[in-house]
T-cell receptor, first 115, second 114 residues
């Protein structure tokens, strides 16, 4: 089945620890995105990548880092600099085509909790 | 003024009711409009996609866009308990939300009671 997978489903972070969230897609999409969702806040864009080996900061990139070494994979690292990391993290992808039908499709999410 | 405004609800309706969900926006450049459905602790799934103004129908769901009023709506006919979820509107000025410029509303939580 084609789709987006995120792992783990739940992740616990200790004080001062860096943690990495996985996102993989087999949709052959060029563009990938990371969002953070907090209660009552909606979705906020952390980072996005339109092509391999290139990525751009979103609205709330501070305390996060990403890499895009493969088309299928876009891991997100939550660093110790992110002081309030507890949230639901969503990965998305889109084909990147110049088309009126282009839009983003989401993975199932990772819930990050701080111990 | 926020770019996209959406009443968070919660909205509670009896089974079989017609549901109306709405978003207003301020950026007149938006021309791509989407509705996502998100069940609790799951990722959003694309429900409806509309380019520019007009109506689009898909089964029990109808999406309307009124660009003159900067107002979009999602109607659900014959609502079912399985429709209970949070509904997010999203919009973009450039084609389909690539380049990281998809703007989301905060979502409206809907509960359909049997």
């Amino acid at each position: 089945d084609g789709g987006i997978t995120q792992s783990p489903k739940y992740l616990f972070r200790k004080e001062g620890q860096n943690v990495t969230l996985s996102c993989e897609q087999n949709l052959n999409h060029d563009a990938m995105y990371w969002y953070r969702q907090d209660p009552g806040q909606g979705l906020r864009l952390i980072y996005y990548s339109q092509i391999v080996n290139d990525f751009q900061k979103g609205d709330i990139a501070e305390g996060y880092s990403v890499s895009r070494e493969k088309k299928e994979s876009f891991p997100l690292t939550v660093t110790s600099a992110q002081k309030n990391p507890t949230a639901f993290y969503l990965c998305a992808s889109s084909s990147g085509a110049v088309s009126h039908q282009e839009t983003q499709y989401f993975g199932p999410g990772t819930r990050l909790l701080v111990l | 003024q926020k770019e996209v405004e959406q009443d968070p609800g919660p909205l509670s309706v009896p089974e079989g009711a017609i549901v109306s969900l709405n978003c207003t926006y301020s950026n007149s450049a938006f021309q791509y409009f989407m509705w996502y459905r998100q069940y609790s602790r799951k990722g959003p799934e694309l429900l409806m996609y509309t380019y520019s103004s007009g109506n689009k129908e898909d089964g029990r769901f109808t999406a309307q866009v009124d660009k003159s009023s900067k107002y979009i709506s999602l109607f659900i006919r014959d609502s079912q308990p399985s429709d209970s979820a949070t509904y997010l509107c999203a919009m973009s000025a450039s084609y389909g939300g690539s380049q990281g410029n998809l703007i989301f509303g905060k979502g409206t939580k809907l509960s359909v009671k049997p």
